[in-house]
């Protein structure tokens, strides 16, 4: 996708789930990694994967929707994992059987954090995404709907406020670093959700400068913005990347992958009990704390998925909630 298996989120996690797994069943494994960020590059790299005899192809991210559109029937004898690749991202094109496309609702996670962040007694928070695509939108909207059912459950939607602005990027730079000072030491935000793949440094670089905190993404990204500051992560809106990765990958060794191609296939909460079973959550490393306990969480999923809590996924239109939020678009 935009980034590379160095992003310590999205790239990496996928990255790493088909590393082990092939190890652990002694399969050839290799990354190729395209030139440049478009499609002619990525479908270089999958006729270079092709030439090579590899016939799994995983690819995470979005941006392969068009690189699957234009080499599924070309490579009929392999087979291609996609994770976050929604029918929308294929341009109209039919989904080809020997292809499978997992997205995630990201809202309802990132529901699950901003519930979690108010109910921990922050009252000022921010949103940093990084594209404005569907699954960030998705990820921050569902922030702001949990974070406004907290404040009204605890009658302080009118003290809870909140930024909310996109990098246009998934790396932090400077200038974004410059973005989030201003956040964390003008306007007084104590808790930024970070969303983008590596966009989470510039806030954790801002945050460093005056004990504030971060929200991760994707995965439990405590131990890498812990670096920056111990304790600066709060929890995490993470999706079953790697639950993704094994589940298909020792499907298709099995020889059922039938089952699964040309599905495109939205996965969220399978369980209202067994927390490791969904492919959305938060962590064990989530801050609890007596606002929002691991007890508090389990009662909360156990909602969501009985429906007796429900989160919008329109990524067209904000939500409208109680609180103040001040929408400030792109940075750059």
């Known amino acids: 996708d935009y980034g590379d298996i160095t992003d310590q ?5 996928t990255y790493e789930a088909c590393k082990k797994w092939a190890e652990e069943n002694g399969v ?3 990354y190729f990694k395209p030139a440049g960020d478009s499609t002619p590059e990525r479908v270089a790299m999958v006729e270079k994967a092709a030439e090579e005899g590899y016939n799994v192809i995983v690819m995470p991210g979005y941006a392969f929707g068009g690189t699957i559109a234009e080499v599924q029937n070309d490579y009929s004898d392999i087979k291609f994992v996609a994770l976050d690749v929604s029918e929308g991202d294929l341009g109209g094109v039919e989904l080809a059987s020997n292809v499978y496309c997992a997205v995630y609702q990201e809202e309802l996670c990132g529901y699950m954090a901003g519930y979690a962040a108010v109910k921990l007694g922050y009252t000022h928070l921010g949103v940093l995404g990084g594209m404005a695509v569907p699954a960030v939108q998705r990820f921050g909207y569902g922030f702001v709907q949990g974070a406004d059912a907290a404040a009204v459950e605890m009658g302080i939607a ?5 930024e909310y602005a996109y990098g246009n990027q998934f790396y932090g730079d400077s200038d974004i670093t410059a973005y989030m000072d201003n956040w964390y030491q003008t306007l007084g935000v104590e808790v930024v959700f970070a969303s983008g793949g590596g966009i989470y440094t510039s806030a954790a670089e801002a945050a460093a400068k005056v004990g504030g905190k971060l929200i991760g993404v994707d995965v439990d ?5 812990n ?3 111990e304790g600066m992560t709060v929890t995490s809106a993470m999706k079953g990347l790697a ?7 020792t499907e298709i060794k099995a020889g059922n992958f039938a089952s699964f191609g040309g599905k495109v296939e939205t996965l969220g909460l399978v369980s209202g009990t067994d927390m490791d079973a969904n492919y959305v959550g938060i962590p064990a490393s989530t801050q609890y704390a007596e606002g929002f306990t691991a ?5 909360l999923v156990a909602k969501m998925f009985a429906g007796e809590v429900t989160v919008s996924n329109d990524t067209e239109t904000q939500p409208e909630v109680a609180l103040t939020v001040t929408y400030y678009g792109n940075i750059k």
């Open 9 to 13: 989120s999205f790239n990496q996690t």
């Open 28 to 30: 050839d494994f290799t």
């Open 158 to 162: 009118d003290q809870v406020v909140m």
């Open 221 to 225: 990204q405590a131990g890498i913005i």
């Open 227 to 229: 670096a920056y500051g």
């Open 243 to 249: 639950a993704t990765v094994n589940t298909l990958l």
């Open 295 to 299: 007890e508090d969480y389990a009662a």
